[in-house]
Structures are given as structure tokens and as C-alpha cells.
């Protein structure tokens, strides 16, 4: 059978990167093609290039047997390529059906919009993933994943040939996800074309029937899903074998004394009377379902987001937080989940990010920049946390998901902190990243920082962490000890099943 999209010799390079090289492959009509490789391989590029976000230097695109010259990512959608972003595009003010059905409301003669018809049909898909929303809501109130399923109605409702997804669950609850997956076979057995990117493997093997693997901007090679494991796919990806990433870094040494408390934490319905301390040294998680409160608590602590009552004690010493800038004066620092709105600067320059919370330690007496301590800290960061770019006046938006985040990391460790909190480190994180930023986190650790760890995967939970604190709806419902760590017993406290 005519495959339903072929991609010929397709390259692009942008300043400094050959981010895509000489790609061709072809795309069956009716499949699922998951597509993997390490942070920076060229996915997001030689999609967006399929989906008119981008235009190839070279290179040839034909869909259905027609070619393709594509201007907007418009055009794509007009010739049948719909693709769902790595990075959420909605318009937060819009609502909800605004958003999913953007110029494509239903209008009667008069071009007046039918209000009544646009909700019916906007709760109508709503229902395909169990999401009961007014249609109406800004979709600024919604959490992150909720957005990004709005992004996924969005692009299945314009009924499109071939539909691209980057990395679409990556903010999603494992609920969620199985609803998303539901969605994509049903879509698939009605004949939709799929192409998915992801950096969870289970993923793979669980949805795709093919698989195809890139590495520094070129495809190393396309497999039948039964034709190969989880290890040919690493080993693929990385061109070497990666063990087990987690029981090389569990640590045996007990951790040291209790420096860091916080008491009696609450904000109205989000979270009630949140304590919690820290020793040095220690790996303290924080398990929950979305919507628990895990990230509210941690933003109010770091003074982004507002508490009724809570104290701070760091050493021994109470502590006013009031702004992020009296959390990090104290040494705290919070790298957030949401690392495009709230954790970096990315039309700077990364050496520019990599200063900004800590800027009084590159400024003379006379309060100038000292550019070559910038440079110089800059040079280091980028080797120590192994950043993949071209240079270090690299805008931070220019660079590929993964190494945004080892960014955020270096950024912040850099202000050499006692107390870190991290919010999902490893989102949108490749296997080889992963492990460097595990084995970062075990170094802070080795130094007497500790570490409030917030995580939605289980597996680095429990590979991590010394202790594990649950939350359910607002409240903590259990205190596990590495000991007793299993996922079930965390789940029935995040389910609020067992108190
Ligand atoms: N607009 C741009 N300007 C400059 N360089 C870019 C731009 N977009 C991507 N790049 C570079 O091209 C390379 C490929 O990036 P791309 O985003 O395609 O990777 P990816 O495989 O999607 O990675 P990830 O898994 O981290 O999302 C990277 O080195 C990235 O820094
Ligand atoms: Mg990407």
C-alpha cells in the first residue's frame, strides 16, 4: 500500500546545529510510529517541519501522494497535519471552546457565532476524556495538564490525515494518559495516522507498531514494535547501554541532623496544616495525584504563591518568606515543574539566566557586571550539567526541551542553595539526561543539601528518595520509610484510601 506520508532527504540547520540530517522515512497508512531519541536528536525540528512550524533547508515532503511546500503551520493543518506542540500554545483568557474550536466556530448566516451549538460540542469532546469543564472557563484556570489535553482536542477535532504528537503526556496524570491512549486507538481504528514522540519507552511498546530512532540529527534506523526491546531502543538512542539508573545512586549513608521545618502550612482549600522537616543530606518526596497540592505547597514556601498561616525555621532560626527573593536570600531554591512560565528567562541568553538569581555575585564594588566571571561561570555550568548548545549567548528558547531543563538545574545550583526543591526534574528529560541529573541531585546531596523532591513518577520516588511523604487533597496521608517504599502503599495514601 502507498504510504500515507513520505519524508525525503529533509535537513535543517539552525546557527551553530545541524538539527536535522538527511532524513527520509515513510509513514503507513493507519499506524502509530513513536519516534525516540536523546534531548536535542532533532525530533520536535523534523516535526515541526512536517507540521509547518518550521521550513526545511532541504528536503521533500509528499502526503498522499501530493508534495508539499508548506508556509504556516496552517497550511499544514489545511493539507491534513495537525501537530500537538511540545510547549502549550492556548490563549489563557480564551475559554475553553474558544480555544479548542478557534476559527473554526460554528456560525450561522449572518457569521454570528452559535453560542449554544459551540459549548454542546466543545463538552462533547470534553467527554471523550472524562473532563467535566464548563466550556466557558478561562483556560488561565486550568492546570497543566488539563491544558494539555485541550491542546490534544484541539488538534483531533480539525480531523486531520496525520496527527503529531510531542511528547503528550509528559503533564499528564497516568489517568489521564490511559484516557489519551483510549482516544488515540479508537482515532487510529477510524483510520488516523499517528506519529508519537515521547521519552518514555513503556509508552512505545504500549501504543506504537513501529519505532523510529534519531541521534545527532539523523535517524538511525526504523524497527517493527514486536521486533525489538527496551534495551535495542536505549542502545539505539544513545549508542552505548545504560544499567540500572537508579540502584547505582541510592545511598547507603544515613542522613545528618534536622535543619529545616515547616509548620502548620494552609491556604485556604489547597493544602491544611502542612508540616514537614528536612535533615542534611537528605531525599525527602513528595508523592501525590495531580491536584494534591504538592506545587502550591511548594510555591507558597518559596513565597511565589500566598499561605494563611505556615512558619519556616532554616538552622533553628524562624524565617520570613514573603518574597522568592527572602527564599533564596535564606538558600532556598525551588526549580518549578512548569519550566517555560515561571523558571526561566528564554528569550536571554543562557549565560544571562545562568546569573540571574545570583547576580550579586558577578558585580564589583562598583555594582558592574564582571563579563568575564559571567562567561567563565557560564563555560562551567554548560560542561558540568553537559548542555547541549552552539554557545553560551544561546537563547534559552533555542534550545531543545531537555536541555532547557538541565539549564533551569545549573541555574540555580549555581547560587550554591541549602535547601533545594524540585518540582518533576525529569519531565521531558532523555534517559542520559535523566542520569546526569540523578547523579546531581545525588552530589547535593553528598554536599549536606536536602532535597524536597516532587514527583509524579513512582519509580524515582522510590529509586531516590530516604523518605516519602503522600498527599491527598490538601492534607498529608502518610509517612513511608525506604523501608517500607512500594508503589502500592504510596498509591492507596495518594488515593486517600488508608489514613
Ligand atoms: N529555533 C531554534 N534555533 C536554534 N537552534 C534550535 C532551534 N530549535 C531547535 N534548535 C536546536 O536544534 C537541535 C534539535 O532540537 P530539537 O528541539 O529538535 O530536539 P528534540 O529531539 O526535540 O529534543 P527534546 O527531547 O529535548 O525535546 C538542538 O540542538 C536545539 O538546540
Ligand atoms: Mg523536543
Known amino acids: 500500500m502507498e504510504p500515507i506520508l513520505k519524508a525525503e532527504r529533509i535537513s535543517k540547520s539552525f546557527p551553530g546545529v545541524q538539527a536535522v540530517n538527511d532524513v527520509s522515512f515513510d509513514l503507513r497508512r493507519g499506524e502509530i510510529m513513536a519516534l525516540i531519541g536523546e534531548n536535542g536528536a532533532g525530533k520536535s525540528t523534523l516535526m515541526q517541519i512536517l507540521g509547518g512550524g518550521q521550513r526545511a533547508d532541504t528536503g521533500q515532503i509528499t502526503l498522499d501522494g501530493e508534495s508539499l511546500e508548506f508556509a504556516s503551520a496552517n497550511d499544514a493543518l489545511h493539507a491534513g497535519i495537525a501537530m500537538v506542540f511540545q510547549e502549550l500554545s492556548l490563549v489563557g483568557s480564551l475559554s475553553i471552546a474558544e480555544n479548542i474550536y478557534a476559527n473554526r466556530q460554528p456560525v450561522g448566516r449572518l457569521n454570528n457565532i452559535h453560542w449554544r451549538q459551540l459549548y454542546q460540542q466543545t463538552r462533547d469532546v470534553l467527554h471523550r476524556f472524562n473532563l467535566d469543564l464548563d466550556p466557558a472557563t478561562p483556560v488561565k484556570r486550568l ?31 497516568p489517568a489521564e494518559a490511559d484516557d489519551l491512549f483510549k482516544n488515540v486507538r479508537a482515532l487510529q481504528a477510524q483510520g488516523m495516522t499517528f506519529i508519537y514522540i515521547t521519552h518514555k519507552l513503556s509508552e512505545v511498546f504500549e501504543l506504537a507498531d513501529r519505532v523510529m530512532v534519531m541521534r545527532d540529527g539523523k535517524k538511525i534506523g526504523v524497527r517493527d514494535i514486536s521486533e525489538v526491546n527496551e534495551n535495542d531502543l536505549v542502545s539505539m538512542m544513545v549508542g552505548r547501554e545504560i544499567g540500572d539508573i537508579y540502584g547505582v545512586l541510592s545511598s547507603e549513608s ?34 501525590g495525584l495531580v491536584g494534591a497540592g504538592r506545587t502550591e505547597l511548594a510555591r507558597s514556601i518559596f513565597g511565589i504563591a500566598p499561605k494563611d498561616e505556615g512558619r519556616v525555621e532554616m538552622e533553628g532560626k524562624r524565617i520570613e518568606i514573603k518574597r522568592p527573593q527572602d527564599a533564596i536570600k ?47 561561570h557560564a563555560v562551567t555550568q554548560i560542561h558540568n550539567y553537559n548542555i547541549a548548545t552552539p554557545s553560551t549567548k544561546q537563547k534559552v528558547m533555542n534550545l531543545s526541551g531537555g536541555n532547557q531543563q538541565k539549564s533551569m538545574i545549573a541555574m540555580w545550583m549555581g547560587s550554591q542553595p541549602k535547601v533545594v526543591i524540585f518540582d518533576e526534574p525529569t519531565r521531558g528529560v532523555d534517559v542520559g539526561a535523566r542520569f546526569e541529573i540523578y547523579q546531581k541531585l545525588r552530589e547535593l546531596t553528598s554536599e549536606g543539601v536536602g532535597i524536597l523532591l516532587i514527583s509524579s513518577e513512582l519509580p524515582e520516588l522510590i529509586g531516590l528518595c530516604d523518605r516519602i511523604l503522600v498527599m491527598h487533597q490538601g492534607r498529608i496521608t502518610g509517612e513511608v520509610q525506604q523501608r517500607d517504599f512500594t508503589e502500592e502503599l504510596i498509591m492507596t495514601y495518594a488515593a486517600g484510601v488508608k489514613n
Not at 488539563?146 to 491542546?151: C, D, F, H, N
Not at 490534544?152 to 509528559?170: H, Q, R, Y
Request: a negative charge; zero cysteines.
Open 330 to 376: 535564606h538558600g532556598i531554591a525551588y526549580l518549578t515543574e512548569d519550566r517555560k512560565a515561571q523558571g526561566l528567562f528564554l528569550d536571554m541568553g543562557l549565560s544571562d539566566n545562568f546569573i540571574a538569581p545570583i547576580l550579586k555575585m558577578f558585580t564589583g564594588k562598583t555594582g558592574f557586571l564582571n563579563f568575564d566571571k559571567v562567561e567563565t
Open 143 to 173: 492546570v497543566m495538564g488539563q491544558q494539555q489535553i485541550l491542546e490534544i482536542l484541539k488538534a483531533i477535532t480539525s480531523e486531520p490525515k496525520v496527527l503529531i504528537l510531542d511528547e503528550p503526556t509528559s503533564s499528564l496524570t
Open 254 to 287: 544515613p542522613t545528618g541532623e534536622e535543619y529545616f521545618r515547616i509548620e502548620g502550612f494552609t491556604y485556604r482549600q489547597t493544602f491544611q496544616d502542612i508540616s514537614l522537616e528536612l535533615h542534611r543530606g537528605e531525599i525527602l518526596g513528595l508523592a
